[in-house]
């Protein structure tokens, strides 16, 4: 058997509902620090598809119905997930303040939940 080419495939893009545009950006740019990348509307008055990022981490969101549900899990790797638990408490974001839990898996975690359902697991692997 021959080994399958990889073609140069990179990390997946998910695509994770939201249903209102204030509230996404007060999440994801305010609170979590993202940039907004792109955004795109059919015309005006239709649902907004935007992409944010902040390093290597690119999330779509969608306000078309179909694009995703609600209540998506995502798992964010990260090389210092306690200086990120450490920014974001510090925002003292009134609906979200995260946690920081050591797995039995062997991560450390810090999971937010969007006002949207989903939630974002940022982890690290631990050297415990």
């Not at 204030?22 to 935007?50: C, N, S």
């Not at 078309?64 to 090389?79: F, I, K, Q, S």
């Not at 638990?85 to 050591?102: D, F, I, M, S, V």
């Amino acid at each position: 058997m021959s080994e399958a080419t990889d073609y140069g495939m990179k990390a997946p893009v998910p695509i994770l509902r939201m249903f209102d545009e204030e509230k996404a950006r007060q999440f994801y740019v305010d609170f979590l620090g993202f940039r907004i990348d792109w955004e795109h509307r059919f015309e005006p008055g239709t649902p907004l598809y935007m992409q944010v990022s902040r390093g290597g981490c690119r999330i779509h969101l969608s306000e078309h119905h179909g694009d995703g549900a609600p209540g998506a899990n995502l798992r964010v790797e990260t090389d210092d997930v306690e200086s990120l638990h450490a920014e974001l408490t510090a925002k003292k974001y009134k609906y979200n303040r995260p946690g920081l839990e050591q797995m039995p898996w062997g991560t450390r975690e810090c999971t937010v939940h969007d006002p949207f359902g989903n939630r974002i697991h940022f982890y690290q692997e631990s050297n415990e």
